[in-house]
């Protein structure tokens, strides 16, 4: 540049110019300062992975089988229709506890943003099951709704039924009641917790504005509040979808047998004597995370499509 | 339109009581101002008269009317939140649209209505944004569309002007009032800025800590303030203690200052002497009747007019007038009042 250049830079110049030494010196350190996540995700996460992907298409020297590319596994897996069956159970369970926590969870974040007696007690109350693992809810579930559990026992102490074995099956049928009413307990406050969250953010005016307008409580949840908890919405279901689709104890004590959930399945293949059988394992769980991240990802797409439409970037 | 009547409301939030037994009538097309400090309780007024709040006692009348029980989707009051209150996931259109369309408004009509109303706050080259999208003026903007589309027959506004720099503020008071006259709706406006309340309404009502102080014309209020903390609050500088020696006749540490006999003040009385600055006449030379003698300490020099600093017996006066001609600091002066313009308060 000569000496003679105007004082005044010109955009086009710089862009020809690149990035200058600071801004360069400004994305390094950016790295530097990723870098240990992105460790962390790249050897745990990505490495089981690409192993799990490169087993499942035949690469186990370890067990003594090397047939790396064989498709084969993922043949009989998706050509076989308890698969798809198994696959079916997994999303219906998914969905299904998904959905209704999502509804209990709005409707209890809604009911504490209102001021009523008791709040506090309430609101430590309803983060109990937040802090209980996954086990014991399972456990209480079989106490509770087997047959010969507490509820069929309190049903025919109060003469409904006369023998506690008469009790409606709940559990270990493929309608899942028992896998859904755990996930529902476990996962309700926490999307309660996240939508709570996202409400007290929003405030009470836009809701109060909305009234004043003319709006019934219908219209202001579905016109004004759904939309801007949309964001808490979304990413606790997806939390919830996600681990429900892999989620393997409920349904593996509380299922309806075979057919199998997909992670069930997974799980039979690797207990099973013949270690091979790993590799058809490897395809199932292969299987589970191409359908949940195709879920996923096209929830997500829809999402931000919904996101762009309000202007937000 | 509507008149609204507040009797003996009082509202209470657990065992702090924000209001305090407030009566207010305020008529039909009329444009009043809450004024108060902050914490005053304004909002919470405003709040029950459009129904967001229960008052724990007393009614509110529209047109002789108790709509206390009535809800708020059923008032057709409208409201201008302090923040705007804005639905950030509409556009600027469908934000105005809501209240038409939520009131099943025709498509026809409501989008006739859009257009007009758009117009009137000049709007409608930013009908697809969005708030976030907007400046503070133009989402004000928006939310008086949104409110002034519905027809409603209360219009509330709280702190419509806070947000706005100066320039902004003066064309939006304007703009309001202009507004509010065209469509001739009873309006209510909150502010805790004096000058902003004498400027747009027709009546001020003054709150301190939950209890009306006064409610009058804007000029009765600065001339004749009822008490002390109301003098005070509109900006009163030259308040002085002082004995009534008779009735027409205060004695104070500035001098002996003439009164217009007053009904409910007697020779005798102790009193607060209220001199507003611009009644004050300054004279270089001697009176031959009247005047008390001070000196000019400080001059302030505002362009279009000038404030002096008057050391005067035992107390320093301000006085305000034109700057058709500049004394000079220490020269000496001649204060005097006409009786009709001095205030007589009580302690
Ligand atoms: N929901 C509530 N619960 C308890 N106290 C409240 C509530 N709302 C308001 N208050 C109290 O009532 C008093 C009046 O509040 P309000 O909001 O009406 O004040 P304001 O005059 O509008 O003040 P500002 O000019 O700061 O907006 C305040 O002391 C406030 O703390
Ligand atoms: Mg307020």
Known sequence: ?313 | MTQVQLKAVRKQFGNFVAIENIDLEIASGELVALLGPSGCGKTTTLRMIAGLEQPSSGAILFDGRDVSEQPVQDRNVGMVFQRYALFPHMTVEKNVAFGPSVRGVPRAELAARLDEILDVVQLSDFRHRFPAQLSGGQMQRVAIARTLITKPSVLMMDEPLANLDTKLRGEMRRFIRDLQQRFGITTIFVTHDQVEAMELADRVAVIFNGHLAQYDTPDRLYRQPASLDVADFMGASNIVPGLLTSDDLAKTGVGEIRVAPRRTFSAGDKVQVMLRSEAIDLMTEQPATGGVPGKIVARDFFGASVSYSVDCGEHRINVSEQARRLVDVGAPVWLDIAPERVWLLRN
Request: glycine letters at 10%.
């Open chain 1, 1 to 313: 540049m000569s000496a003679s250049s105007p004082a005044v830079p010109d955009p086009a110049d710089a862009a020809l110019r690149g990035p200058s030494a600071r801004e360069r010196r400004a994305r390094v350190w950016q790295m530097v300062q990723l870098a240990p996540i992105m460790a962390v995700l790249v050897l745990l996460f990505g490495g089981a992975l690409v192993l799990a992907v490169l087993q499942s298409l035949g690469f186990a020297p370890w067990f003594g089988v090397n047939t790396f590319p064989d498709f084969g596994y993922f043949g009989a897996l998706w050509g076989s229709s308890t698969f798809w069956v198994s696959l079916g159970l997994t999303l219906y369970y998914a969905t299904v506890s998904t959905a209704i926590a999502l509804v209990f969870g709005v409707l209890l974040a809604l009911a504490l943003v209102k001021i009523f007696p008791g709040k506090t007690f309430y609101k430590y109350l309803y983060k109990l099951p937040l802090m209980i693992p996954y086990t014991v809810g399972i456990a209480l579930a079989v106490l509770m709704l087997s047959n010969g559990g507490m509820l069929s026992r309190l049903a025919a102490f109060a003469g409904l039924i006369d023998d506690p074995a008469q009790f409606p099956q709940i559990l270990k049928t493929h309608y899942g009641w028992g896998i859904i009413a755990v996930y529902v307990w476990k996962q309700t406050p926490f999307i309660t917790l996240a939508v709570y969250a996202v409400l007290l953010g929003i405030g009470r005016e836009t809701e109060e504005a909305a009234a004043i307008l003319g709006a019934n409580r219908r219209t202001i949840f579905f016109r004004v509040t759904l939309p801007q908890i949309l964001p808490g919405v979304v990413s606790s279901t997806l939390i919830c979808f996600a681990f429900n689709v892999g989620a393997f104890e409920a349904p593996f004590i509380l299922g309806g047998g075979f057919p199998d959930t997909l992670p069930v399945v997974a799980w039979r293949y690797f207990n099973d004597a013949d270690y091979t059988l790993q590799l058809q394992g490897m395809a199932t769980v292969v299987s589970i995370g191409l359908v949940a991240g195709v879920i996923l990802f096209g929830y997500l797409a829809a999402y931000r499509r919904f996101e762009r439409r309000m202007g937000r970037n």
